[in-house]
């Protein structure tokens, strides 16, 4: 079975890490509720959704894709690139540990699961300000014995390379090339963004639909017109704390073999 993992809303989101755009007010409440439609969005696209409660001292708790990277084999506990967020790591190790065996990356590498886009067996790793070399390194060590080839790729412009790319199947990937290199992604067709939403390349394919936010409209066209299904949220007021689609969730297979 395909679970997705989120984490309800802290009440402190307000006080979020901000790292490319400028502080505003969040209206909690209108966060909370966006919050449940997009788990009721998974839930309906075929996701068991496996939610935690919120950690009021860690206004970025909600964003849990960044603190683990999930596999069939294994899941790793990544050492973020924001150090005031290195505490949200241990209540996701105790919520995946029934799934999976637990690594853990170690100083001085620094990687958040925003930077990380798999593609069967390969995992595009980009290298930004919230992600070294040293981590993409220690990535390495631990998942090529696996069978897994990391590529590491230039992100700038934005906080993670899932905010200037994501896979949307097929053999393509949706991208706002302003934002990264693109010499890693030679063996895929690459699907620009709308030219006024530079910031619509994050989307999340669930089966044969395509999750994303509804305040980009011209790219959604734009996959319509590729034949794929989408289903829109509203993530507006999400957004103002840096929020995507695949921020707030950890999708993986709850039954799948572990070592």
Known sequence: MLAALTRAVSPTLESCELTWIPRQQIDIQLAVEQHHKYERALTEVGLHVISLPAEPDMPDAMFVEDPVLVLDEVAILLRMGAASRRPETESLAT????YRPLRRMREPASMEGGDIMRIGRNLFVGLSSRTNAAGISQLRGEVEPLGYRVHAVEVTGCLHLKSACCSIGDGKVLANQAWLDTTALHDFQIIEVAKDEPGAANVLRIGDTVLMPSCFPDTEDLLRREGLNIRTVDISELIKAEAA???????????????
Do not use: K, Q, R
């Open 95 to 98: 919520a995946i540990s029934p």
């Open 245 to 259: 689609v695949t921020c707030s969730s950890v999708i993986f297979e709850m039954n799948s073999g572990a070592l």
